[in-house]
Structures are given as C-alpha cells and as structure tokens.
C-alpha cells in the first residue's frame, strides 16, 4: 500500500469498482448518498485503496469517523486481543470491566471536574435519543429546542431534532411533538422571540446544541453564542445537551468542540471519532441527571467489549498524540486555504477549528449566492485526483482527515484542492 500520497493506476471508476457498483445497485437500499463511485478495499493511516488497486488520501476520514487514521495498530491489536477473549456479552444484563474502565476515562477527559455517568450505544443517533429520554425523564418536561440546518440523527426522536436538509425528514412525518428550531448562533432569539410567542421556557426539557455545526456546514458560531445559550438555560432550569457526535475526541483541536467556549452542558453525546472505526456512542451525563431506574434505557449490543477496547486505545492515541496534532494541522492548513481565496473567487468562506474545516463555494462572493452543483462538481475532480473529500450544508466542502495527517500529505490536499477548483471553475 502507498505510504502517504495518492496514485492513480486506472479510469475511475475501474472495472472492479463498477462490478461491485452494479451489485451494489441492484441489492442495496436507495437511500444511500454516495458522492463518487469509490470502491474501497483496505486503508492504512490516511491512504484508502480502491478494489482496482487506485491509492486516496482520504480527507473525510469515514466523516469524521477514523480519528486515529484507517486500521491504526494498536487500535487493532486492542480489537485482536479482545475478540479472542469476549466478543459479546450484553451489558444490559451482565457486567464487564471495559465499560467502568471507558467511563471513568471519558469522565477525566470532561473540564469541569464534577461526577459523570455514562450510556453506551452503537452510534451517534443512539447518543442523541438517549439524551432526550433523558432529559425528558430527568425534569419531566417534555418540549426541545434545537437550531436550524443541525444535525443529529435519523431515527425519529434524532430525526425530530435534525434540519440540515428537507430531504432528511421527507415522508417520516409526524415526527416526535415539541421540537423548536431557532437561528442558530443567535441565542437571544430564544427569549427574545420563542419563550414569548410559542413555547413555554417552563416546559422545555433541553437545548440540543453542536458546538461547531457538522452536517450545517461546519459552522463556527460566535464566541458569545453558547455562554448565553447556558445563561438562558441556568435562568429557566433547562438542561443543555451538547452533540459532540462530530466535533469531539480531537476533531477541532481539542477532546471536545465546546472546549474553545465558556460552556458546560449537562449531557453530552458521543460516536464518531471515539473508537477508530468501531460502532460506539456515548450518552455522557452528570451523575444527579443520569438517575434512571433500571430497565430504563438500554441497548442490547451497546457498549460491545470489542468496540470499548478500541475506544481505550483510541481515547489513548489521542491524548498523547493525536488532540496536539489536530490543531497543529488545522493551524497548518487554514492560512493556506484562506490564500487560495485570492486565487479562486469561488471560495467565499474558510472556517473551522483544528481539522474540522469547511471552504464554502458560491457564486459570487458578495452576494453568497450558494453554489451547490459547482461544489459538487469540485468534490468530484478532487475524486479523480486522489483525494476524498466530502460535502457539507447547502454550499461547502468539509475537510476532516484522520487527525494523524502531517504537512505532506496537508500541502496534497490543499493544492489539490486549487487545481481541482481551477479545473471545474473556468
């Protein structure tokens, strides 16, 4: 396998990759959005290799989900060790030492020194409908408030919360009741607006909030933003949710996005990037909120031993390594992306933290008028160069590598990036 860069040795796609693709076509759901025909056979580090033998550096890194790069070693001695032990046990009815072992570091890692429990599930959807039970059943209210273009899931209470796009929520109506959607970076609102014309403050459960919009575009509210979202909560005795599903464990240069704000939320959802690849979701919460009686909540398959084992080595990596190298990167990255904007009057936006980094494309940079198939079109290029990135929001083009990338492969991305945008945009 290439070592660093990319190396394109066929057409793309290749006939192995349209083989798989048009079995995949005839078997598998529609409702998957593939953004370019990539057909992966094995990846190391940041290097994905397609079934016709073609090398990517990938820069979305399964979105945002291999924190510690593609089958990192340790991660897979850790995963080996532990199969050959116990692969499944259901910690709904029996106990194991990896889920006391996990929490108590996940409970170290949070900033405000107070008592925390945990829930574990599969996936980030799971955290966030964990969260809402427990918000409803820890004040006995029942209304949320969320923020316009967030995302948090697709089942229906996640899927309640969601409004990064229309067709997410098509045809699944009625959704769960009680759902507000604000403006989001703008917290005044609330009180200014919602808790005078339509919603009681007394019967709001939580504010579901993304430090740094995911799915919405990587989005980077103001600095004000949410201290006065937790002042607003504190005055009317509503507990603060934080999905840190694709802002946390490192992503943004620190272990969790609302780090980089004076914010301390009372629960706290988890996946992604916490076990390198592995099915885990975490439903964080202060231990006098996380008081459910058993039988509750639970989860069959959650908190699996082989999915905790690699989320104690990830949670490793990226305390010793990886949180470091994800804002030295990003810092890396970001001016030479913010360059390109004098090159490329298609560029209107670089914004981000650490290597969670969003180049927003539009039409004309005065007026912002969104540009999604030109985006589209650029992430396509991009493919056939060697380098996988993603869509995010109406407009923008999300960068989120494994946050082991170095300068190298950083440079790579970003001039590829350029003549991607200089060949598209003509």
């Known amino acids: 396998m290439s070592d660093k860069l990319p190396k394109i040795v066929t057409e793309l796609p290749g006939p192995r990759a349209r083989e798989v693709m048009e079995n995949d076509h005839r078997y598998i759901s529609p409702s998957y959005t593939r953004s370019y025909p990539l057909v992966a056979k094995s990846a190391r580090g940041a ?15 399964g979105i945002a989900v291999c924190s510690t790069g593609h089958c990192h070693p340790d991660v897979v001695r850790a995963i080996q060790k532990q199969a050959e032990s116990l692969i499944h046990m259901s910690g709904t ?3 194991y030492e990896q889920m006391p072992q996990l929490a108590r570091k996940l409970e170290a890692l949070m900033p405000d020194g107070k008592d925390w429990r945990c829930f574990f599930g599969n996936s980030g959807t799971e955290a966030i409908e964990a969260a809402m039970k427990l918000a409803r059943y820890a004040t006995g209210r029942w209304q949320f408030i969320a923020f316009q273009f967030s995302f948090h899931g697709r089942t229906m209470g996640s899927l309640s919360l969601t409004s990064s796009k229309a067709v997410q929520r098509k045809g699944f109506g009625p959704l769960v009741p009680g759902v507000t959607h604000i403006p989001y970076g703008n917290a005044s609102y609330l009180e200014d607006v919602v808790f005078k014309t339509t919603v009681n403050a007394g019967e709001v459960a939580a504010i579901v909030v993304e430090a740094i919009q995911g799915e919405g575009g990587y989005v980077v509210p103001p600095p004000e933003f949410l201290p006065t979202l937790e002042k607003i909560a504190r005055k009317h005795g509503i507990l603060l949710i934080a999905d840190e599903v694709q802002c946390g464990m490192g992503r943004t240069g620190k272990m969790f996005g609302f780090e980089h704000f004076d914010f301390h939320p009372d629960i706290v959802a988890i996946a992604k990037g916490i076990a390198s690849g592995m099915p885990l979701g975490v439903t964080m919460a202060h231990a006098d909120v996380m008081t459910w009686q058993p039988g509750a909540h639970a989860s069959t398959f959650g908190g699996n031993p082989v999915c905790l084992a ?5 949670v490793r990596l990226l305390q010793e390594q990886y949180v470091a190298n994800s804002a030295k990167m990003g810092a890396f990255i970001r001016p030479k992306l913010e360059k390109l904007m004098s090159r490329h009057a298609v560029i209107s936006d670089v914004r981000g933290l ?8 539009t039409k004309d940079r005065k007026t912002r008028e969104k540009a999604p198939e030109l985006r589209d079109a650029i992430i396509n290029e991009c493919f056939h160069r060697g380098l996988l990135i993603l869509a995010a929001g109406p407009s923008t083009i999300r960068l989120s590598p494994p946050l082991m990338v170095d300068e190298e492969q950083a440079q790579f991305a970003v001039d590829t990036l350029s003549d991607a945008i200089a060949a598209v945009a003509k």
């Open 310 to 314: 690699a989320a104690l080595e990830t």
């Open 93 to 95: 009815d029996f106990y």
């Open 47 to 61: 290097i994905v290799e397609d079934v016709d033998g073609n090398f990517f550096l990938d820069f979305s890194a």
């Open 354 to 361: 650490g290597l969670m980094i969003g180049v927003e494309i």
